[in-house]
């Protein structure tokens, strides 16, 4: 009944209107139809039998029928309810479905998984990397994250300091863990197929306190408020969202050995990760902290 149910367009038109379907644009929904992107996407989370992995907007399951014959647990996290329900009934008990927006929904889960991927819709891919890497336990147990996403964001994500690209989500994704293009997957592996190119994206979570992790996303947010003003303007900012004195502030920065004069785009982000060392160390209020 399933069979080539994900590599065809036509099958998934007719599969999407028998079950009274529709993609959501606001959701920004498209299929993976080419098996060798699938294949590829796998190979790069590489799962094996005894893991248990994440899978965060599975669609119709194309990438969840290769994860539930290679992984030991398969938890799917799906927003649009009439694809939890075709899910349902092409994989039954073989795998676990947590419904609502995968931002929210990750945070709630108790149990912890060793890999995580997904296609990630468009609209709410940097969110939902963001809940997953400012997670208060998921950076430090999972060993790898695998995401297609738009190239544009791809390249943020690996963006370094001194790059038009380079942004707080560089900042998060650079201190929480090492992430890698794989490589590019053309409008054409999807349907409906994007106006963008779209890329692999490969994370290797890196072990960094809790604590230090979320007060270097809020330093790096806050300086890049006001990316054209330098450091020394844009301290009260930061001050404002720690609950501190700009001098105090100041002060911290430059313990950090970050020149007041430079820019948030020309601080490598280990001075950031210094920063919010400097700033944790000196008893920052953390009330501010936001994770969207």
């Known amino acids: 009944m399933f069979d080539g149910i994900d590599d065809a367009p036509r099958r998934i038109r007719e599969l999407l209107d028998s079950n009274g379907l529709s993609l959501k644009k606001r959701w920004g929904q498209n299929f993976m139809i080419s098996p060798s992107a699938r294949e590829r996407v796998v190979d790069e989370l590489d799962p094996q039998p005894h893991e248990r992995v994440w899978e965060i907007g599975p669609g119709l399951g194309g990438i969840t029928a290769l994860l539930t014959a290679r992984a030991g647990r398969v938890v799917v996290f799906e927003v649009d309810h009439g694809l939890i329900r075709f899910l349902e009934r092409r994989f039954g008990d073989r795998i676990t479905i947590v419904a609502g927006d995968a931002a929210r929904t ?8 060793v890999r995580i991927v997904g296609n990630l819709p468009y609209r709410s891919a940097a969110a939902i990397i963001s809940a997953l890497l ?11 994250m695998v995401f297609t996403v738009q190239r544009e964001m791809a390249v943020r994500m690996v963006a370094r300091h001194g790059s038009s690209d380079y942004s707080p989500f560089s900042v998060l ?44 996303s809020v330093c790096a947010r806050s300086l890049f408020a006001q990316r054209r003003k330098t450091i020394g303007n844009t301290a009260r900012v930061l001050a404002a969202a720690l609950g501190r004195e700009p001098d105090s502030v100041r002060a911290a920065i430059q313990a950090a050995g970050i020149d007041l004069r430079s820019r948030a785009e020309e601080i490598p982000v280990e001075q950031y990760l210094r920063l919010a060392s400097v700033l944790s160390a000196a008893g920052s209020s953390d009330r501010e902290f936001y994770s969207g």
């Open 173 to 216: 994704c650079r201190i929480a863990s090492e992430p890698r293009i794989v490589g590019d997957v053309s409008p054409g592996s999807f349907y409906p197929a994007p106006q963008v190119v779209s890329s692999i994206v490969s994370l290797e979570p890196q072990p960094v306190d809790l604590a230090v992790r979320r007060l270097c």
């Open 134 to 144: 400012e997670h208060p336990r998921l950076p430090a147990g999972v060993t790898r």
């Open 106 to 113: 990750v945070g709630e889960r108790s149990d912890e998984p």
